[in-house]
C-alpha cells in the first residue's frame, strides 16, 4: 500500500479526498498546511504528496519548493490538488518539480486513479 500525504487545510476536502484516496489503495496521513506538511515529512516520509496550493502559513508552492530542496525529500513524488490549473499554473508546479495538477473540484471517484496515473507518468 502506497503511503500517501495529503496537505489540504479545508476539512471538508480532507475528508472527501482521505476517504476516496482509502479506497483506491493509499495510506493516508492528513497535514493541514505546509510547515506541519514538513515536519510530518521529516518524521515518517511519504511515498507521495498530494499539495493543496492555497493554505495560511506557508502555499503550496513554497512548500514544494523546499521539499524539492531538501536532499532527504527531493525524490518524493508531489501532485497539486487546486483550482488553480491553468496553463501558466501547471508551468509552474513543473518548475517546482512537481509531477503534475489535479483540478478541484475533483471527482472522487477518480482521484485515485488520477494521482496514480501522475505517479506513473512521473515515473
Known amino acids: 500500500m502506497m503511503r500517501l500525504l495529503l496537505v489540504e487545510d479545508d476539512p471538508v476536502i480532507q475528508i472527501v479526498a482521505k ?3 482509502g479506497r483506491a489503495d493509499f495510506e493516508v496521513s492528513v497535514a493541514q498546511n505546509g510547515l506541519e506538511a514538513l515536519r510530518c515529512v521529516a518524521t515518517a516520509a511519504p511515498d507521495v504528496i ?10 503550496g508552492p513554497s512548500t514544494c519548493a523546499r521539499l524539492k530542496a531538501d536532499p532527504a525529500t527531493k525524490d518524493i513524488p ?3 490538488l487546486t ?4 496553463e501558466e499554473d501547471r508551468q509552474r508546479c513543473l518548475a517546482l518539480g512537481a509531477a ?24
Not at 50 to 59: A, I
Not at 83 to 86: A, C, E, I, T, V
Request: zero cysteines; proline letters at 7%.
Open 83 to 86: 483550482s488553480r490549473s491553468g
Open 78 to 80: 508531489v501532485i497539486f
Open 50 to 59: 498530494l499539495l493543496d496550493w492555497m493554505m495560511p502559513g506557508l502555499d
Open 100 to 123: 503534475g495538477i489535479i483540478a478541484k473540484p475533483f471527482d472522487p471517484q477518480t482521484l485515485g486513479a488520477d494521482a496514480r496515473q501522475l505517479l506513473t507518468g512521473a515515473a
Open 19 to 21: 476517504a476516496a484516496l
